[in-house]
Nanobody, 124 residues
């Protein structure tokens, strides 16, 4: 099973940018579709982005489309989430997750490996 570690979170002003990293170990990340999710206090975990193994399929919900970009660097065994034009409502703990099966990738139950999360706080 692949192990995942997120980094790159922090405090940023509204309108700013952050790039999150999801570093994989134990298995090569090229074998997995990787998704990003977020969870704000008192709210359910929310799908943010997914990239298929081949990178041919990338999907975002409307809430982040046009602002967030997911990418992968298989040579570095890392998946990234570039977040631009951040809003206070983007504040949450962000998690990356991996799955061998690209089926219903917007649902958290599709993933069997998760990182520990990284906090993103956007101030107004």
């Amino acid at each position: 099973q692949v192990q995942l570690v997120e980094s790159g979170g922090g405090l940023v002003q509204a309108g700013g940018s952050l790039r999150l990293s999801c570093a994989a170990s134990g298995r090569t990340v090229s074998m997995y579709a990787v998704g990003w999710f977020r969870q704000a206090p008192g709210k359910e975990r929310e799908f943010v982005a997914v990239i298929a193994r081949s990178s041919a399929n990338i999907y975002y919900p409307d809430s982040v489309k046009g602002r967030f970009v997911i990418s992968r660097d298989n040579a570095k065994n890392t998946v990234y989430l570039q977040m631009n034009s951040l809003k206070p409502e983007d504040t949450a703990v962000y998690y990356c997750a991996a799955t061998r099966n690209y089926y219903r990738p917007s649902t958290s139950s599709a993933y069997d490996s998760w990182g520990q999360g990284t906090q993103v706080t956007v101030s107004s």
